[in-house]
């Protein structure tokens, strides 16, 4: 049986080291800061605090996807080194990333036709796309092969749940997640809004909620309803933060009290460049494996 790579994109929001153990290659997006280009490196150019606290200080941030060109220069090396492929892309309802990798796809599927090139659009962002890179890792190395992986996550990607909230504003009205008005008020009544992302793989407010605890606690109440199996769910749980790492350990407190039959502890991470660019500092994310997404 041929050997198979799992790839991803850097937006999957895990470590650099994290990756590398697990035998996942990936490939760089772009952001800028006052028309300054940095590869999304996984914080390895750049500390999170540099960026949100340009951000804070009114830097313009922009992002980029990754180009055809990265994607061949990413799947080249692995084919001709007679392994097969399967890559997993960002959502598609927050870029257009998937598109580019479709046509790198085509392209190197005419180069090694022997190969086995899979191609999934993961309708998921940040380290929910990383606890399903985490997952298909583990299905790996307990031996299943490609074209069953391929299956799996196909069937299984709306599966994979995103809960996060803001205590920051700022950076929702100016991405126009939030409106002006209701950032305006939201601001001045210390509102934190709640949202997921839906079954198209696109982020939607959810709910508007009064007050840090509250939404921490609301956010759990999420992954009650959700989650597989509940309060007895033993899945992996994943939390990301940008420049708010208390309000994450008390996320990661209230996840470990209520659902004490998970695999581990919640693991936190930074959410990364590309990502922080459009959410700015002060946002917190739950990701778990639960109830398929419909809506």
Same mark, same amino acid.
């Given at each position: 049986?041929?050997?198979?790579?799992?790839?991803?994109?850097s937006?999957?929001?895990?470590?650099?080291?994290?990756?590398?153990?697990?035998?996942?290659?990936?490939?760089?997006?772009?952001?800028?800061?006052?028309?300054?280009?940095?590869?999304?490196?996984?914080?390895?150019?750049?500390?999170?605090?540099?960026?949100?606290?340009?951000?804070?200080?009114g830097?313009?941030?922009?992002?980029?996807?990754?180009s055809?060109?990265?994607?061949?220069?990413?799947?080249?090396?692995?084919?001709?080194?007679?392994?097969?492929?399967?890559?997993?892309?960002?959502?598609?309802?927050?870029?257009?990333?998937? #598109?580019?990798?479709q046509?790198?796809?085509?392209?190197?599927?005419? /180069?090694y036709p022997?190969r086995?090139?899979?191609?999934?659009?993961?309708l998921?962002?940040?380290?929910?796309?990383?606890?399903?890179?985490?997952?298909?890792?583990?299905?790996?190395?307990?031996?299943?092969?490609?074209?069953?992986?391929?299956?799996?996550?196909?069937?299984?990607?709306?599966?994979?749940?995103h809960?996060f909230?803001s205590?920051?504003?700022t950076?929702?009205?100016?991405?126009?997640?939030?409106?002006?008005?209701?950032g305006?008020?939201?601001?001045?009544?210390?509102?934190?809004p709640?949202?997921?992302?839906?079954?198209?793989?696109?982020?939607i407010?959810?709910? /508007?909620?009064?007050?840090?605890?509250?939404?921490?606690r609301?956010?759990?109440?999420?992954?009650?309803?959700?989650?597989?199996?509940?309060?007895d769910?033993?899945?992996?749980?994943?939390?990301?933060?940008?420049?708010?790492?208390?309000?994450?350990?008390?996320?990661?407190d209230?996840?470990?009290?209520?659902?004490?039959?998970?695999?581990?502890?919640?693991?936190?991470?930074?959410?990364?460049a590309?990502?922080?660019?459009?959410?700015?500092?002060?946002?917190?994310?739950?990701f778990?494996?639960?109830?398929k997404?419909? #809506?």
């Open positions: 049986m041929a050997s198979y790579c799992l790839t991803c994109c937006t999957a929001d895990l470590t650099k080291e994290r990756l590398e153990s697990r035998g996942i290659k990936y490939v760089c997006f772009h952001f800028s800061i006052d028309g300054v280009e940095y590869n999304d490196d996984l914080w390895q150019t750049m500390r999170p605090q540099d960026l949100f606290n340009a951000m804070s200080n830097a313009d941030t922009k992002t980029s996807q990754v055809v060109g990265e994607y061949i220069d990413l799947f080249d090396p692995i084919l001709a080194d007679g392994q097969d492929i399967l890559h997993v892309t960002l959502s598609s309802g927050i870029s257009g990333t998937y #598109n580019s990798a046509v790198a796809v085509d392209e190197m599927r005419k /180069k022997e086995k090139i899979y191609l999934v659009d993961s998921a962002a940040s380290s929910g796309y990383g606890l399903i890179m985490e997952t298909l890792a583990d299905f790996r190395d307990r031996g299943c092969d490609i074209d069953t992986l391929y299956e799996w996550i196909t069937k299984h990607r709306l599966n994979m749940h809960w909230f205590t920051d504003l950076f929702y009205i100016r991405g126009g997640r939030v409106s002006k008005t209701s305006f008020f939201g601001k001045m009544l210390g509102i934190c709640l949202l997921n992302m839906d079954n198209q793989g696109r982020l407010p959810r709910e /508007k909620i009064m007050g840090k605890k509250r939404v921490i609301r956010t759990v109440e999420k992954m009650e309803e959700f989650a597989k199996d509940g309060c769910y033993n899945g992996k749980v994943f939390i990301c933060e940008s420049e708010c790492m208390d309000d994450a350990k008390a996320l990661a209230l996840v470990k009290e209520k659902f004490p039959l998970m695999n581990g502890e919640p693991e936190i991470f930074s959410i990364g590309v990502i922080g660019s459009h959410t700015g500092p002060g946002t917190v994310s739950l778990f494996w639960g109830k997404r419909n #809506n």
